[in-house]
């Protein structure tokens, strides 16, 4: 597994709009970008569409609502980078063994909209799901059927700058980087 560092946002910034241009050659401009947060959100941001529909949900793993509320990341960003590297190659490991070995089960969990909520009465025809990274997918999961019940008649193209897992629950309509792993410039390591 690789680790591409994001941490700098003009970087960033220049892959959200490769990612972007991708997307749009893919599936054609979307009447409602939907960015799942905190990365997610930070993406369709740095995207930039222009008089296109942004909503901003919520589905927040454990592991991270546990290291948000610690100290943490002040150790992250004290560490060599290396250390930190193989600190985070090393969570994800163990975190895709345990999916493997409970044998792919998801934890569920709601979604909640945050931002957009105007959006609702809207009909879209085209409706992209962003997240910065896809690991066992549970996510994805749990943000599509939340759509899927609020817009039933739409299309659905789900995507993410990374996918960390061999076979996430939810196969995405586009991933611009397989098992790799993204410091971006939210993340606890960011220098």
């Known amino acids: 597994m690789k680790i591409i560092d994001l941490s700098d946002d003009r970087k960033f910034s220049n892959t959200c709009q490769v990612f972007k241009d991708e997307l749009d050659h893919r599936f054609g ?14 993406t369709v941001e740095s995207m930039r569409y222009s008089s296109v529909k942004v ?23 004290l560490m ?7 600190a985070r190659i090393v ?5 895709e063994q345990r999916f493997v070995l409970s044998g792919r089960q998801l934890e569920r969990r709601p979604v909640e909209i945050i931002a957009g909520e105007e959006w609702l009465d809207s009909q879209p025809s085209v409706v992209l799901i962003i997240d ?8 994805f999961v749990d943000v599509r059927a939340f759509l899927g019940n609020v817009f039933p008649d739409a299309r659905f193209f789900t995507a993410a700058l990374c996918q960390t897992f061999h076979n996430p629950a939810h196969e995405l309509d586009y991933v611009m980087y397989k098992r790799t792993l993204l410091r971006c410039p939210w993340a606890m390591d960011a220098r």
Request: proline letters at 4%; aromatic letters at 8%; a positive charge.
């Open 132 to 139: 910065d990274a896809v690991d066992s997918g549970a996510t």
């Open 80 to 86: 060599p980078i290396f250390v930190s590297n193989v």
């Open 91 to 95: 969570e994800t490991f163990f975190r």
């Open 55 to 77: 909503m901003a949900v919520k589905r927040q793993r454990a592991s991270t609502k546990m290291k948000s509320t610690s100290n943490i990341g002040a150790v992250f960003r």
């Open 29 to 42: 401009r979307p009447d409602l970008v939907v960015g799942i947060a905190t990365g997610g959100l930070c």
